[in-house]
């Protein structure tokens, strides 16, 4: 399609040092179910945790300080942390459009701090300008897709917004009834994607992007890059525990709130909410500003 998209504005963790580890000090083994096929865990020991909290406010560390706890309960933990911030969100008597962003925003910033406290932060591959993991179908709920939305209209420019939203339209009508392994066979990257394959709307990505951290590079593009989810990727579990229970604790905060809880592929419900200006009004109303978006599936 030949779009051309100025410079990243985030960017990714540094690469960390793939050597090696030896496995007798630690063991760690874990099996996820992702995109249609199993993904399996390297075994590593525990590296020292490289801390990035700066932003993070003293409130959301307290709450979203992870437990010694993997896997499933791990997952547990998360959701429920996630589920209690959206009923607290949005059980306000006259909820704003606002409230959506703020929500999303806490919950993704105290995602991201449990995630920084795995012991496998260092075995992390991802790096700012890895082409792969942001060409497969992303699941989103609505105040996340708003608080990208948000991001995109305060840091981009009016032309760099267009772009976004036409590539966002285009993906979402190119994409519209196929599944994550149709989806991924496309090779479409996100609408979000700049054209040197970094994330334009890092700080407010979406929670499931925050927890896709690869141990290998090289895994990955045999992966993504093939079009193909029928590979296996070793992945930080701690993370991916932690951002699965978040976006699934997320959705069930909003689904007790009465509103719409549904998890929608990312570029349609982007497209939907960069064309309605009012999407964050009329969805906080309960209104299905979003309902004909193509779902996560
Ligand atoms: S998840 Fe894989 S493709 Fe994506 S940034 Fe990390 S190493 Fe690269
Ligand atoms: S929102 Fe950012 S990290 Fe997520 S798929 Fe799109 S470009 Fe990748």
Redesign the pocket.
């Known amino acids: 399609m030949g779009w051309k998209l100025p410079d990243c504005i985030g960017s990714k963790v540094p690469r960390s040092s793939l050597a090696p580890l030896p496995v007798e000090e630690w063991s760690y083994s874990q099996q996820f179910e992702w995109a249609g096929t199993v993904t399996e865990m390297n075994d590593r020991k525990p590296n020292n945790v490289m801390l990035d909290d700066a932003n993070i406010s003293p409130g959301i560390a307290l709450n979203w300080q992870p437990p010694q706890l993997w896997g499933e309960p791990l997952r547990k933990w998360a959701s429920a942390r996630a589920h209690v911030s959206a009923i607290t969100s949005l059980a306000l008597a006259e909820p704003t459009p606002r409230q959506p962003i703020l929500l999303a925003n806490e919950v993704a910033q105290g995602a991201s701090y449990a995630m920084d406290r795995s012991p496998q932060k260092d075995c992390r591959a991802c790096a700012a300008g890895c082409p792969g ?2 060409r497969v179908m ?1 699941a989103v709920t609505v105040p996340e897709i708003l608080a ?1 939305v948000d991001y995109v209209r305060r840091e981009c420019e009016a032309e760099v917004v267009d772009v976004i939203q036409q590539r966002a339209t285009e993906t979402a009508e190119q994409t519209e009834g196929m599944d994550r392994n149709q989806y991924a066979a496309q090779q479409l990257p ?1 609408a ?2 700049s054209s040197d394959d970094c ?1 334009m ?2 700080p407010a ?2 929670i499931r ?1 925050r927890g896709w951290c690869s141990l290998s590079v090289e895994r990955c593009h045999e992966c993504f890059l093939a079009g193909s989810v029928d590979q296996t990727v070793p992945l930080d579990a701690h993370a991916y525990a932690v951002g699965q229970g978040a976006a699934d604790g997320l959705s069930s905060g909003i689904a007790a709130a009465g509103l719409d809880d549904t998890f929608y592929e ?1 570029n349609s419900a982007l497209a939907r909410a960069l064309d309605v200006p009012d999407a964050a009004d009329q969805w906080i109303r309960g209104e299905p500003v979003f309902a004909d978006c193509n779902r996560y599936g």
């Open positions: 993991c942001c992303v990208v996100c979000l994607l994330c709307t890092y990505r979406p992007c990312l």
